[in-house]
């Protein structure tokens, strides 16, 4: 018995029979639920790159005037995180992007990449920003505190609206790294405001290259979770909202499934999962309409409890599971239902 994969579910699968001797059938059944489509964020991407790209502008100007390298650090941040937005925006827009003959998911990773390389690069910026705060505190200058923190302080207006413009997209990774990359510009902000503060209250000569890397230290950690995750997302890992082993209790739970094995879960961009596994069923003379009831149900089980929007599954009688090649090769190990 097979379905189409794009059958929704409440339509009934195109029967094949197939005997094997056993009197068993054996039937390849997809079942697919269409996606609702992820926010659009192209507004917010927009405003959020015309602030910050205003900002560094100014940053950078005042932070070269008074000889700050906390200014010039915030500012050279702020660049990255311009890049980072166009990054994130390019993958949205990627991943929006309709399948075709050669792409049969569309360009949905381009999101994941999108988050790879924005960590990447803000990795390879605190770097930077750390090498030269310690050349910095061989050879300390005064700055001018007053400046500092008016300019920083505008930082922490334009990063804080900006963040929130992506708030509301935190459950997608590229989103996620968007808002999180504002909402640690803010913080960095306000870190050297502190530091203006320090200079103006005790002429330390050294807090401004030691707030730089005080700035370093809380991008890097920020950015770490970010960093691994996209690496995890590229090679096919299991996302993070989706439990594996709790997948395959649900798949066992339905109506006459006694197995589960070749479960995968994967993602195909930073907000969308699939699915594909294959189901013994105890019942050989399951009929069409059984079989649709099935599907419809695992289909709705997946994406409630786990958000899997596309799932694939085979159904198996036992004994042609019993024959499977992929049984105990490229799957999960076989997983039965408590008698």
Same mark, same amino acid.
Request: glycine share 8%; proline share 4%; hydrophobic share 50%.
């Given at each position: 018995?097979?379905?189409?994969?794009?059958?929704?579910?409440?339509?009934?699968?195109?029967?094949?029979? *197939?005997?094997?001797?056993?009197?068993?059938?054996?039937?390849?059944?997809?079942?697919?639920?269409?996606?609702?489509?992820?926010?659009?964020?192209?507004? /917010?991407?927009?405003?959020?790159?015309?602030?910050?790209?205003?900002?560094?502008?100014?940053?950078?100007?005042? #932070?070269?005037?008074?000889?700050?390298?906390?200014?010039?650090?915030?500012?050279?941040?702020?660049?990255?995180?311009?890049?980072?937005?166009?990054?994130?925006?390019? %993958?949205?827009?990627?991943?929006?992007?309709?399948?075709?003959?050669?792409?049969?998911?569309?360009?949905?990773? #381009?999101?994941?990449?999108?988050?790879?390389?924005?960590?990447?690069?803000?990795?390879?910026?605190?770097?930077?920003?750390?090498?030269?705060?310690?050349?910095?505190?061989?050879?300390?200058?005064?700055?001018?505190?007053?400046?500092?923190?008016?300019?920083?302080?505008?930082?922490?207006?334009?990063?804080? /609206?900006?963040?929130?413009?992506?708030?509301? #997209?935190?459950?997608?990774?590229?989103?996620?790294?968007?808002?999180?990359?504002? /909402?640690?510009?803010?913080?960095?902000?306000?870190?050297?405001?502190?530091?203006?503060?320090?200079?103006?209250?005790?002429?330390?000569?050294?807090?401004?290259?030691?707030?730089?890397?005080?700035?370093?230290?809380?991008?890097?950690?920020?950015?770490?979770?970010?960093?691994?995750?996209?690496?995890?997302?590229?090679?096919?890992?299991?996302?993070?909202?989706?439990?594996?082993?709790?997948?395959?209790?649900?798949?066992?739970?339905?109506?006459?499934?006694?197995?589960?094995?070749?479960?995968?879960?994967?993602?195909?961009?930073?907000?969308? &999962?699939?699915?594909?596994?294959?189901?013994?069923?105890?019942?050989?003379?399951?009929?069409?309409?059984? &079989?649709?009831?099935?599907?419809?149900?695992?289909?709705?089980?997946?994406?409630?409890?786990? %958000?899997?929007? *596309?799932?694939?599954?085979?159904?198996?009688?036992?004994?042609?599971?019993?024959?499977? *090649?992929?049984?105990?090769?490229?799957?999960?190990?076989?997983?039965?239902?408590?008698?």
């Amino acid at each position: 018995m097979s379905a189409d994969p794009h059958t929704h579910p409440h339509t009934h699968p195109h029967d094949h029979g *197939h005997d094997h001797g056993h009197d068993h059938g054996h039937g390849h059944s997809h079942g697919h639920s269409h996606a609702h489509p992820p926010p659009n964020f192209n507004r /917010a991407f927009a405003v959020g790159i015309t602030l910050n790209v205003g900002f560094v502008a100014v940053e950078a100007y005042y #932070g070269w005037k008074i000889h700050s390298l906390a200014l010039l650090a915030d500012a050279a941040h702020n660049l990255g995180d311009v890049a980072g937005l166009l990054l994130a925006w390019v %993958g949205a827009l990627a991943g929006q992007r309709q399948p075709d003959a050669r792409h049969t998911y569309g360009w949905q990773r #381009g999101t994941i990449l999108a988050a790879l390389i924005n960590a990447v690069l803000l990795l390879v910026a605190m770097g930077w920003l750390a090498w030269e705060a310690l050349g910095r505190l061989q050879s300390p200058h005064a700055t001018e505190g007053w400046t500092v923190i008016v300019v920083a302080a505008i930082g922490i207006a334009i990063n804080t /609206a900006t963040a929130l413009l992506f708030l509301r #997209g935190r459950d997608d990774l590229n989103i996620r790294g968007a808002f999180l990359h504002m /909402a640690a510009d803010a913080l960095v902000s306000l870190g050297v405001v502190v530091g203006g503060v320090l200079f103006l209250w005790q002429g330390w000569l050294w807090i401004d290259p030691v707030m730089s890397l005080l700035i370093a230290a809380v991008v890097v950690v920020g950015t770490w979770g970010l960093f691994r995750q996209s690496v995890h997302l590229m090679f096919d890992g299991v996302p993070p909202s989706v439990s594996l082993h709790e997948v395959q209790q649900c798949l066992l739970a339905l109506p006459s499934v006694q197995a589960v094995h070749d479960l995968h879960v994967w993602p195909t961009s930073t907000s969308q &999962t699939a699915l594909t596994a294959h189901l013994v069923l105890a019942d050989s003379t399951a009929t069409a309409a059984d &079989t649709a009831v099935l599907l419809a149900r695992a289909q709705h089980e997946l994406e409630q409890r786990f %958000g899997i929007r *596309h799932s694939t599954l085979q159904l198996e009688s036992a004994a042609f599971a019993a024959q499977c *090649h992929l049984l105990e090769h490229g799957g999960q190990a076989d997983a039965h239902a408590a008698p």
